[in-house]
């Protein structure tokens, strides 16, 4: 039924959130490490809590 089409949705959209983050991500850790950022752990952490 109409659950199903709804879940279905839900996954593509989180996959397609996910690509979004990974493909900024590599700009942010490029940016980060030509810096020498002291918070780069607190970045690390959120990345690991949302794509561990």
Do not use: P, R
Request: glycine content about 10%; charged content about 25%; overall charge positive.
């Amino acid at each position: 039924g109409k659950l199903k089409i709804t879940q279905k949705f839900g996954e593509k959209h989180l996959e397609d959130i996910k690509n979004y983050y990974l493909i900024n991500k590599m700009i942010i850790d490029a940016t980060v490490s030509s810096v020498g950022n002291k918070d780069y752990g607190i970045i690390k952490c959120l990345d690991m809590a949302f794509f561990g």
